[in-house]
């Protein structure tokens, strides 16, 4: 049974508005008195009732990750290491986080993100939310939050309207110095396996890498595009077809790191040395990248950054700062510089 502040009153042989008034650190008490209600209090070993308290004051330091994400069961390298650097950068911030991870269904129905977004903002627990998607956020979904005034950042996702606060990655700059850094090593033979073209990135990495081909007088060839979703598998599948082309690509840029260790998987298995034969670029930046044999290129998201500048901007907006809009630089980890780190 847990011990009440009535309890700690009674034990201290004062009032429970005296209590009350020692146990939240206020004014207007004898120090006779607070010494007792402090001794009574340990011994008790009571625990106030924080939420209670922060209902009671309007504040809950409290803030709601709502995270939609393809597969629920398993979150993939990239998720789960940004929710863990938004946890981390939260908590620095002396806030609580929780979160709720749902699909693009929930009892077999399409979710309705602008009436889940709606409830959140009509729910005291939570002082401000972060948006975290798989599948595009419009604006019409977010629209209630901004004429609510509640705070919310979206993260890893632009969504253009006023009152939006969100950050991104610049995945098609990425991209380009992925594709440029193929070309100055002099290969014109570059097949993309590219993500699936319902996700946003996907289409931005798509788009800089044919816009890069152009740009630099490279032909694009159709079979040098395939199509994969995101998970090691399809990268080794896409792998796998693209050498059955004649001639087959040099170079491989894959639009995530996990396709990218698909597609060394299948090269190798096929006898090729990466990179003296092929090589392969991916994105992300994931810890996995690090460890394959060999290690391989990568644009690297700056998830740690992108956490700590998400859970910032949120904060400041829940103490009443301005929204704002924030692109983050990528960064290509080249063979060169995976050399001199391993």
């Known amino acids: 049974m847990s011990v009440t502040l009535k309890d700690v009153s009674k034990l201290a042989g004062v009032s429970l508005a005296t209590a009350s008034l020692v146990l939240n650190n206020q004014k207007g008490v004898s120090e006779k008195s607070r010494l007792k209600v402090l001794d009574a209090a340990q011994k008790l070993g009571y625990r106030p009732n924080i939420l209670a308290r922060s209902l009671i004051k309007g504040k809950t330091n409290t803030v ?3 995270a939609f994400i393809k597969e629920q069961g ?3 390298a990239f998720y789960g290491e940004l929710i863990n650097s938004l946890l981390t950068a939260v908590s620095y911030q002396e806030f609580y986080l929780q979160m709720v991870v749902k699909g693009e269904f929930y009892n077999g129905h399409p979710l309705d993100k602008r009436t889940a977004f709606l409830d959140i903002a009509h729910n005291r627990l939570f ?3 972060i948006i975290l998607s798989h599948w595009p956020i419009s604006y019409s979904e977010v629209g209630d939050l901004v004429k609510e005034n509640f705070p919310f950042v979206i993260v890893n996702q632009k969504v253009d309207g006023e009152g939006v606060s969100y950050i991104d990655i610049d995945h098609y700059g990425g991209t380009k110095e992925a594709i440029n850094y193929l070309i100055k090593k002099g290969h014109r033979r570059i097949a993309h396996i590219r993500g699936p073209m319902d996700h946003l990135h996907a289409q931005e990495r798509y788009r800089a890498y044919v816009d890069t ?7 694009l060839k159709k079979e040098y595009i395939i199509e994969g979703n995101f998970r090691r598998l399809s990268g080794r599948t896409a792998m796998e077809r693209l050498l059955e082309k004649k001639p087959y690509p040099t ?4 639009a995530n790191d996990k396709m990218a260790i698909g597609a060394l998987q299948a090269a190798k298995e096929n006898g090729l040395n990466v990179p003296q034969d092929l090589d392969i670029v ?11 044999d060999p290690p391989l290129p990568t644009v690297e998201q700056p998830l740690e950054e992108l956490g700590k500048l998400a859970a910032t901007m949120l904060i400041e907006n829940i103490k009443g700062g301005d929204r ?5 630089p990528c960064r290509l980890d080249t063979w060169d510089n995976l050399n001199q780190k391993t």
Do not use: M, P, Q, W
Request: aromatic share 8%.
């Open 64 to 66: 709601l990750l709502c």
């Open 74 to 76: 398993k979150l993939s």
């Open 127 to 129: 002082e401000g939310l």
């Open 213 to 219: 081909l152009l740009e630099n007088e490279i032909s």
């Open 251 to 254: 170079a491989i840029y894959a």
């Open 282 to 292: 991916g994105f992300d930046g994931i810890e996995a990248v690090k460890y394959t």
């Open 324 to 328: 704002r809009k924030v692109i983050l």
